[in-house]
């Protein structure tokens, strides 16, 4: 079955501390993965996609196949990436499979 | 075009009442989905449209549920005979092709 798995539903860290948040996933095909964010009050905004190999904002994320992760990286935290993140999962390029999310909450 | 936009914001309604929600999506986008999340929870898949092909429904999708994209341009949710179960944010998400693309505000439905 198709599934993602955000393990931590908080984390929180100290302004510019390291941010790792974790995203694993079950699909026996091709995966293609994405971040999305939320911030306070505001809709679901795409922070990036693994095809596209970017840094948005100052966030990573590399597909590890074998580990069947995807998990979304920062070096520096910043206060302003408080918000909601969504890891999701594409089956079969028609819709996403979403986790179920973690809240960041970077402190001054 | 200022992105996807949802009507009503909110919705307040009793059990056993037929609801319909609009969305409206980014006018150059062929691809619908709405979208449903409830408190703790990501969003769940209910149903997509390639311009006006419903392609796929959810099992989450009872009866009591239909969409429709009559032009390929807006799409209405409508949930007859609501139960509180039903309450819930609806999400509409539009992009062009695949998957991915730029979600709505949403409609807060609350049935009492």
């Known amino acids: 079955a198709q599934r993602v798995t955000q393990p931590e539903k908080l984390l929180s860290v100290f302004k510019g501390a390291p941010v790792e948040l974790k995203c694993n996933y079950s699909y026996s095909g091709s995966p293609e993965l994405f971040w999305y964010v939320q911030y306070s009050r505001q809709r679901l905004q795409l922070l990036l996609r693994?095809?596209s190999r970017e840094s948005i904002k100052g966030f990573t994320a590399d597909l590890n196949k074998g580990e069947t992760s995807f998990h979304l990286k920062k070096p520096f935290a910043q206060e302003e990436d408080s918000a909601m993140y969504y890891c999701?999962?594409?089956?079969?390029?028609?819709?996403?499979?979403f986790g179920t999310g973690t809240r960041l909450q970077v402190f001054p | 075009d200022t992105g996807v936009s949802q009507d009503p914001r909110h919705k307040i309604t009793k059990r056993g009442q037929n609801v319909t929600f609009r969305c409206d999506p980014i006018?150059?986008?062929?691809?619908l989905y709405w979208y449903r999340q409830t408190l703790g929870q990501g969003p769940e898949f209910l149903t997509y449209?390639?311009?006006?092909?419903?392609?796929?429904k959810s099992r989450l999708l009872s009866d009591r549920f239909s969409a429709e994209r009559p032009k390929g341009s807006f799409s209405t949710l409508e949930i007859q005979r609501t139960e509180q179960g039903d309450s819930a944010m609806y999400l509409c998400?539009?992009?062009?092709?695949?998957?991915?693309?730029?979600f709505g505000p949403g409609t807060r439905l609350t049935v009492t």
């Open positions: 998400a539009s992009s062009l092709l695949a998957p991915g693309g730029d």
């Open positions: 999701a999962l594409s089956v079969n390029t028609d819709k996403l499979i």
């Open positions: 693994h095809i």
């Open positions: 449209f390639q311009n006006e092909a419903q392609l796929e």
């Open positions: 006018s150059e986008h062929n691809r």
